[in-house]
């Protein structure tokens, strides 16, 4: 049974800092890229960021590069988004997504969600 199991979301001020983990189970792991996807209220659920299935690479939403870290531990079955700097609007509920191409197939999988409030 695939799993993918959000943590970390809370309630912060404007300026701090929240790390969420994402643990995994139930697929190979390390065969996956890892994403982190958001959905605020109203609004589409856009990507965040991106780590490849071999750690080659990263790719971050223009609006949180510089603020956001993606980081993967293959070994751990563990995906992590470390977010400085927050804002007002990042204010969403964000989601863990593993997604693998195999030929014509598409395998992807999601997380329940982990609400970030960022609020004074």
């Known amino acids: 049974q695939v799993q993918l199991v959000e943590s970390g979301g809370d309630l912060v001020q404007p300026g701090g800092s929240l790390r969420l983990s994402c643990a995994a189970s139930?697929?190979?792991?390390?065969?996956?890229?890892m994403s982190w996807y958001r959905q605020a209220p109203g609004k589409e659920r856009e990507l965040v960021a991106t780590v490849t299935s071999a750690v080659t690479s990263t790719n971050y939403a223009d609006s949180v590069k510089g603020r956001f870290t993606i980081s993967r531990d293959n070994a751990k079955n563990t995906v992590s988004l470390q977010m400085t700097s927050l804002k007002p609007e990042d204010t969403a509920v964000y989601y863990c997504?593993?997604?693998?191409?195999?030929?014509?197939?598409?395998?992807?999988?999601w997380g329940q969600g982990t609400q970030v409030t960022v609020s004074s």
């Open positions: 139930g697929f190979t792991f390390r065969n996956y890229a």
């Open positions: 997504n593993a997604r693998r191409k195999a030929g014509i197939t598409i395998y992807d999988y």
